[in-house]
């Protein structure tokens, strides 16, 4: 088939491509560093780069960072996660999936997902850094999603990773394991991380990063824990 198609991707921070007619926020530059500007590519405001990829047949906004009282989202978050959810929209097939988002935060891009892609009628949120309090609190709050502390059993159509290989030791080994026991054959996966160890800073300190990756490190990966790239920034 066709090689995969590049993401266009940001040289200074560790966020998704915007289109220019997105939020104004984006136009001001970068979150991360803001003495810089972003590029454009292609019509396009670019950051950080993603990889969309898929198994071959034969683990939005960290815990860390939420408030405790009701907020209003940043343009980044919200446009990120258009973006996201529109990659799945292109790649994505079949009715009634179900998806694994690991290490899904405070579940904004679960929603998401499932309020703009019909064919997704459940999404499985897990991160270790629920408490009791806020399960608790969430238990209705979607009626196609489920929020968990423990890793559920079972396989599903999509696998979500959206900025969580960077918290770990071992991303090879978490990747990889993610694949084999949660994700079908022939089931697709996303997964975003933060770009470039040269831009590790304070702030990924605060938020328990171990690295950052360049875009062909985590296509590595990727390929390493059995899946195929279908599309990536680079």
């Not at 940043?74 to 292109?90: G, K, Q």
């Not at 679960?110 to 609190?137: H, I, K, N």
């Not at 994700?183 to 171990?210: C, E, M, N, R, Y």
Request: with cysteine; hydrophobic share 45%.
């Amino acid at each position: 088939g066709p090689p995969p198609r590049p993401i266009p991707a940001c040289r200074f921070c560790a966020f998704v491509a915007a289109p220019s007619s997105a939020a104004s926020a984006w136009k001001l530059g970068c979150r991360e560093n803001l003495s810089t500007k972003p590029i454009a590519a292609d019509g396009e405001l670019t950051a950080s780069f993603a990889t969309i990829v898929q198994a071959a047949d034969p683990f939005s906004m960290d815990l860390k960072e939420l408030p405790a009282r009701s907020f209003k989202r940043h343009p980044w978050e919200m446009v990120r996660a258009d973006f996201f959810a529109r990659l799945l929209r292109e790649n994505l097939r079949g009715h009634a999936l179900a998806a694994f988002d690991l290490g899904a935060g405070d579940g904004y891009f679960a929603e998401c997902l499932v309020e703009s892609l019909p064919t997704v009628t459940r999404v499985t949120c897990f991160d270790t850094g629920y408490q009791a309090a806020w399960l608790a609190a969430n238990k209705t709050r979607h009626p196609s999603l489920s929020f968990t502390a423990q890793k559920p059993d079972g396989v599903h159509d999509l696998l979500v990773l959206l900025d969580v290989l960077e918290h770990v030791d071992d991303s090879r080994a978490i990747l990889g394991e993610a694949v084999q026991t949660s994700l079908k054959p022939g089931g697709l996966a996303l997964i975003s991380v933060p770009a470039w160890q040269a831009l590790f800073s304070s702030h990924d300190t605060l938020l328990g990063h171990k690295r950052r990756f360049a875009p062909a490190e985590l296509r590595d990966l990727a390929r390493e824990a059995g899946l195929v790239v279908v599309e990536h920034g680079q």
